[in-house]
């Protein structure tokens, strides 16, 4: 009997993604699924009656793929494991004390080894790690430097999520477990950051990280001024400082605004890091770059937290062109990621500002606004086109240039084809 409000796949495609990534061995059908998760989400009502009246009302909001819950949301709510996590990603936390140190270094592989086999993705700045050749007093020797312990977390990641490489007999097992979605980021005042930069040069490195650099707002700064001769220092904490174990977490700016000493490992030239930068994205399509001086800078919270990571800044419903399946139709940017997470090949509108040409490429919104943040709509008086998107999100215009969303002008022309 086939369940009112019942989906069915559209592709064959779509389908098998679900049967190999997010069935449990007691749905049948995708149907099965979404009930199986909204029993679960409403199970935390008080009453039965409110059980059922939140479970149905879930399962309809899912149903036809009007919603889609993330991915461990679907693979585990309501599943008989209990060790996995319901949260898609997550940025390792650090020791409160003596970080840079084997102590430290192997408590933070415990908690990503950890996170990893709940099937959370992890991410991490390794900015707080030594360099390569820092001296380390009490065993007289030189650090292997940052790189080098990241394939520690790169190697655990390997063995953590390829299980057994056999396929199970066990008929509960689950069919494909979730590979290691680790994400790496150094910042560029790190003396490292140029073996960090090239190391997927070198093929199989660090296979199991996307990786990005953190460009400061000083380096930025520089960067646009574009002076040939320009110059920065690659610096790292004196570890003999007496403050060092106890402060420092891997932000070199904070250590530096209070007076503590670094040591300059080398000095480059601004554009010969950046120009390398963007030769290895070329070529190797990483590391990607990280601006989070800026996030930090407009986080309201920034007095209780620092920000490791961010997310897209379009809203979910905000309406886009896309192909599906090689098929062009308009739909919310939060439909087009979940059609993309169970397996439709979606692609994406935009225009090369460069070439001025269209294009459409793979749907890749890691995260949507977060809510209740401020939102401006941007509306072309002629067509009725519409974006909406944050105050600070840069639009470009072909009069002015980028243009942050809250700066914009009526005289503003904005490309929205």
Partial sequence: MTEIGATIFQTEFSQEVWENTYKHHTDNTINDTFRRVARDIASVEETEEKKKEWEDKFYEAMSGFKVIPGGRILANAGADWAGTTMMNCYVGPLPKYDLDSIDGIYQVLVDQANTLKSEGGWGMDFSWIRPRGSFIGGIGVESPGSIRFMELFDKSSDIITS??????????????????????????????????????????????????????????????????????????????????????????????????????????????????????????????????????????????????????????????????????????????????????????YSRNIATGKDDFHPVSFAGMTRRNAEIIKITDSATGKFIKVTPDHKVYTQNRGYVEAKDLKETDVLMFD
């Fill in 163 to 348: 299980g057994s490489g056999k396929k199970s007999s066990n008929g509960t097992a689950k069919k494909k477990i979730r590979k290691g979605a680790m994400m790496a980021t150094l910042s560029v005042t790190h003396p490292d950051i140029i073996e960090f930069i090239t190391a997927k040069q070198t093929q199989g490195r660090l296979a199991k990280f996307n990786m990005s650099v953190n460009c400061t707002d000083d380096f930025m700064t520089l960067v646009n001024l574009g002076d040939p001769d320009a110059e920065w220092n690659l610096e790292f904490p004196n570890t003999k400082h007496p403050k060092y174990k106890e402060e420092w977490f891997g932000n070199i700016k904070n250590w530096k605004a209070k007076g503590y000493e670094t040591i300059v490992y080398s000095t480059v030239k601004v554009q010969w890091l950046w120009n390398l930068i963007m030769e290895s994205t070329y070529n190797r399509n990483e590391p990607g770059v990280l601006f989070l001086d800026r996030a930090n800078s407009f986080n309201p919270l920034s007095y209780a937290e620092f920000i490791l990571s961010t997310n897209p800044c379009v809203t979910g419903d905000m309406v886009v062109t896309v192909k599906i399946d090689g098929n062009e139709e308009t739909c919310t940017v939060a439909d087009a990621v979940s059609l993309s997470a169970l397996g439709s090949n979606v692609q994406i």
